[in-house]
């Protein structure tokens, strides 16, 4: 795939995430009553400003930027997604990034800090994992078992259930 499909697609993603953050959460007929029966149909302020993103998106950018990292260099895909989602995880702790991340990535992280393994310590197999994975998906395009098996090496770090 040629590297500016590959923005695209990430940058498509991005805006729709930016565009459903403000309603993450909300039941149907709240977004309803707030935005008409059309509901959102354009970005608005989330997380104190315009455009932010949600949680899935930080990691999603942090998939893609393990994977730019190790794969031209054959790098250990792992140990670089880890890295990633740590440093994400670190990301948090500013009240400017926090995006009400899930209770699964996060004591998972919390405990890849304290030990490292492929697979998390947990039954978790909640969208978290997936929602993720697309970068490497796109990445991947000509080869699909290359996609899924590292769409489930990002999932499996932090959720620990094979459906993840």
Known sequence: ?????????????????????????????????????????????????????????????????????????????ADNLRDAYLDWL???????????????CLSALQEQKRNPTLTANNTSWGCGGVMRAHPAGLAFAGDPGEAFRIGHLSASLTHGHPRA
């Open 1 to 77: 795939m040629p590297l500016i499909h590959f923005q695209a697609c990430l940058v498509a993603s991005a805006l729709g995430d930016a565009l459903g953050a403000p309603i993450e959460f909300m039941p149907i007929g709240r977004i309803l009553s707030r935005y008409g029966e059309k509901g959102l149909r354009e970005l608005v302020p989330a997380f104190g400003f315009l455009g932010a993103v949600t949680d899935d998106t930080q990691m999603a950018m942090a998939t893609a930027r393990a994977l730019i990292k190790a794969l031209p260099a054959k790098l250990d895909l």
């Open 90 to 104: 670190e990301s948090q702790n500013n009240p400017a990034n926090c995006r009400a991340p899930g209770n699964t």
